[in-house]
């Protein structure tokens, strides 16, 4: 089973500022098959990035997803405030598909 | 715009199972199949299994290995997880989820969640 680990566990910023989440997998993955969801409370996952780079129709241009190997990075450039949330990595490229443990991006 | 419309709320006795539908609208899930995701209250995410009717084939997570079945109706474009020997742990928000995109193996869509409760 292939591990993702997410740092850090929370992120606090404000409005404006720029986030950088971090995901890095237990063996390396095609970076075709690397994904992230956000997800705010009560509510089901959304896609955002699939194929570690492109955006899922709606995703805002200011998330954007890189990486390659086992080190991947979302980056949001500029906060606002429907992004703060939880955000999950994920692989779907080796069963079982596997979630990190989630970063949580607060208001500071 | 497909959507996935699951069954509601259910609270059970430990050891005794549970059955969760999920239905698709505007669209299918025959080629890409449909997968079961939980969440433990406050926890993170978790894949279950998950079925592709156009292959027949099902897959699912050791963990649940012998307790869970996946079957999908694909006339009635309702797919099902049913869980059995239920515990207090459990107890999660389970998702079904596809996808509605070519060549995109992960879930672009989701259902709402149906909230399982195990208790005495």
């Known amino acids: 089973e292939i591990l993702l680990t997410q740092s850090p566990g929370t992120l606090a910023l404000s409005p404006g500022e720029r986030a950088t989440l971090s995901c890095r997998t237990s063996?390396?993955?095609?970076?075709?098959?690397l994904a992230w969801f956000q997800q705010k409370p009560g509510q089901a996952p959304r896609l955002l990035i699939y194929g570690a780079s492109r955006r899922a129709p709606g995703t805002p241009h200011r998330f954007s997803g890189s990486g390659s190997g086992t080190d991947f990075i979302l980056t949001i450039t500029r906060l606002e405030s429907e992004d703060f949330a939880m955000y999950y990595c994920?692989?779907?490229?080796?069963?079982?598909?596997?979630f990190g443990q989630g970063t949580k991006v607060e208001i500071q | 715009q497909m959507q996935l419309l699951q069954s509601g709320a259910e609270v059970k006795k430990p050891g005794s199972s549970v059955k969760v539908s999920c239905r698709t609208s505007g669209g299918t899930f025959r080629t890409y199949g449909i997968s079961w995701v939980r969440q433990a209250p406050g926890q993170g995410l978790e894949w279950m299994g998950g079925v592709i009717p156009m292959f027949g084939t099902k897959n699912y997570a050791q963990k649940f290995q012998g307790r869970i079945t996946i079957t999908a109706d694909d006339s009635a474009r309702t797919a099902y997880m049913e869980l059995t020997s239920l515990r207090s742990h459990d107890t999660a928000v389970y998702y079904c989820?596809?996808?509605?995109?070519?060549?995109?193996?992960?879930?672009?869509?989701w259902g709402q969640g149906t909230l399982v409760t195990v208790s005495s």
């Open positions: 994920q692989q779907y490229g080796r069963s079982p598909w596997t």
């Open positions: 989820a596809t996808s509605s995109m070519t060549a995109v193996t992960t879930w672009t869509n």
């Open positions: 063996q390396t993955i095609s970076s075709s098959y």
